[in-house]
């Protein structure tokens, strides 16, 4: 009987999933209009009042995107100030929308991707799942392992694409 060999298993490939580095905490928006006056502008008197009597607890470990949905007259300061309130108790906030806030926890979270690890290795940069990635986050890791990979591709093990392959060095000839 002939011995069946997995080569997929013996090639030393190594498969990155983006999915995993998804932070699983909620998010949600903060829409600054439900601040402004007569949903025109922003009354600092008001505004302050409101900061500081609100409870910042309610977004502990969540994920923030910081809005104004209305053509408003709001002060920079303002986001400046609802950042200060939300800092001790949120993951991550941003001045956008969801999109934006989804495209920094990506951004955070391959940034703390030890490139190192990946040093001369094949990776597999793992194609579809169970939750869509966005496709800045597959342009954002290329970023962080091209210095130090072989080779790049994309897909499952079984069946991928390749994108790169690191060029073998020219022997200088004297």
Same mark, same amino acid.
């Given at each position: 009987? $002939?011995?069946?060999?997995? =080569?997929?298993?013996?090639?030393?490939?190594?498969? *990155?999933? #983006? &999915? &995993?580095? #998804?932070? /699983?905490? $909620? =998010?949600?928006? !903060?829409?600054?209009?439900?601040? *402004?006056?007569?949903?025109?502008?922003? =009354?600092?008197?008001?505004?302050?009042?409101?900061?500081?009597?609100?409870?910042? /607890?309610?977004?502990?470990?969540?994920?923030?995107?910081?809005?104004?949905?209305?053509?408003?007259?709001?002060?920079?300061?303002? !986001?400046? *100030?609802?950042? /200060?309130?939300? %800092?001790?108790? @949120?993951? =991550?906030?941003?001045?956008?929308?969801?999109? +934006?806030? &989804?495209?920094?926890?990506?951004?955070?979270?391959?940034? $703390?991707?030890?490139?190192?690890?990946? %040093?001369?290795?094949?990776?597999?940069?793992?194609?579809?799942? %169970?939750?869509?990635?966005?496709?800045? +986050? !597959? @342009? $954002?890791?290329?970023?962080?392992?091209?210095?130090?990979?072989?080779?790049?591709?994309?897909?499952?093990?079984? /069946?991928?694409?390749?994108? !790169?392959?690191?060029?073998?060095?020219?022997?200088?000839?004297?």
């Amino acid at each position: 009987m $002939e011995e069946f060999v997995n =080569r997929v298993a013996n090639s030393g490939l190594i498969t *990155l999933n #983006l &999915e &995993e580095y #998804l932070h /699983s905490g $909620e =998010r949600v928006v !903060y829409d600054i209009k439900d601040n *402004l006056f007569h949903g025109l502008m922003l =009354r600092e008197k008001d505004f302050r009042a409101f900061v500081k009597d609100h409870d910042w /607890s309610q977004y502990t470990g969540k994920n923030v995107a910081i809005i104004c949905s209305t053509d408003a007259i709001v002060p920079t300061w303002a !986001y400046m *100030l609802l950042a /200060s309130k939300l %800092q001790p108790f @949120v993951n =991550r906030y941003v001045f956008g929308d969801l999109d +934006a806030l &989804e495209q920094a926890l990506l951004q955070d979270a391959i940034a $703390e991707i030890n490139a190192e690890e990946y %040093q001369d290795a094949k990776v597999v940069i793992k194609g579809c799942g %169970q939750i869509p990635v966005p496709t800045y +986050a !597959y @342009v $954002e890791i290329m970023q962080k392992l091209l210095p130090v990979v072989s080779s790049i591709m994309y897909g499952e093990p079984c /069946s991928t694409v390749p994108i !790169y392959k690191k060029p073998k060095d020219k022997v200088a000839t004297v």
